[in-house]
């Protein structure tokens, strides 16, 4: 499943649920667990691997 895939469900899910508030806030909560575990899995990369400067 794809990102923007997993966005513009919770759009549509959203929107039928709560109304037009539900196109700014559904695709957020569709995706959050993902998005989030991006962002911390790409955090603890960052922290582990060592940088190397260009020459």
């Keep these: 499943m794809q990102v923007g895939y997993s966005l513009a469900k919770g759009v ?17 909560k569709a995706a959050a667990a993902g998005l ?11 922290v582990v691997a060592k940088p190397k400067a260009k020459r």
């Design 12 to 28: 549509f899910k959203e929107v039928d649920e709560t109304g037009l508030m539900g196109a700014l806030t559904g695709g957020f």
């Design 36 to 46: 989030g575990a991006a962002i911390f899995f790409g955090y603890i990369m960052a």
